[in-house]
């Protein structure tokens, strides 16, 4: 299970944002390897993966974003909150896929 | 790169859909392919997945039993027959090449009510 806090957070622009998933059980793979991914949902769009195994950013995602933590405890930080952040982010394991299993969501909005 | 779903469409409790994902830009056989389903107003729940080398399938519990997961390799299309379905089947439906997470589709919309 994927628990993800808080559900929602208003945020001014400009300010820090940081959003915490927790698994149940610890998601270091035999491999050595974390799958935990970060997704962000813009309002209407498909979700967009952002960060990859903890904290690899996907190819064109700002630099203000990173991701961090082990085992059983994850966190996606947001240095500076701009305007087209606005939308759902979810973490996502893959680790004890199957199944693969999401947080709840967390909406970010501008206060 | 991209993914472009269909086949969504109203059915009544029950009922049967099949829905389609093709693909441009990159070939299913050294790809995972992923169903992912978002009902309204909620989060994202994994439906199924289908192995990129051995096309091994793979499915979420709530779904066993009554989605069949497939692919055409010839057509780089990806289907998913949905059978019996529930009216808490009722979602978006994306399609999704998982072996990185990306391209999503644009989503198809499946409603199941009577």
């Known amino acids: 299970v994927m628990t993800q806090s808080p559900l929602s957070l208003p945020v001014t622009l400009g300010q820090p944002a940081s959003i915490s998933c927790r698994s149940s059980?610890?998601?270091?793979?035999?491999?050595?390897?974390?799958?935990l991914n970060w997704f962000q949902q813009r309002p209407g769009q498909s979700p967009r993966r952002l960060i990859y195994r903890v904290s690899n950013r996907d190819s064109g995602v700002p630099d203000r974003f990173s991701g961090s933590g082990s085992g059983t405890d994850f966190t996606l930080r947001i240095s500076r909150v701009e305007a087209e952040d606005v939308g759902v982010y979810f973490c996502m394991q893959g680790t004890l896929w199957p199944p693969i299993t999401f947080g709840q969501g967390t909406r970010l909005e501008i206060k | 790169v991209q993914l472009v779903e269909s086949g969504g469409g109203l059915v009544q409790p029950g009922g049967s859909l099949r829905l389609s994902c093709v693909a441009s830009?990159?070939?299913?056989?050294?790809?995972?392919m992923t169903w992912v389903r978002q009902a309204p107003g909620q989060g994202l729940e994994w439906v199924s997945t289908?192995?990129?080398?051995?096309?091994?399938?793979y499915y979420a519990d709530s779904v066993k039993g009554r989605f069949t997961l497939s692919r055409d390799t010839s057509k780089n299309t990806l289907s998913l027959q949905m059978d019996s379905l529930r009216v808490e089947d009722t979602a978006v439906y994306y399609c999704?090449?998982?072996?990185?997470?990306?391209?999503w589709g644009q989503g198809t919309v499946v409603t199941v009510s009577s």
């Open positions: 289908i192995s990129g080398g051995d096309a091994k399938t």
């Open positions: 830009g990159f070939t299913f056989t050294n790809s995972a």
């Open positions: 059980q610890s998601l270091l793979h035999s491999d050595g390897n974390t799958y």
């Open positions: 999704v090449r998982s072996s990185n997470w990306d391209p």
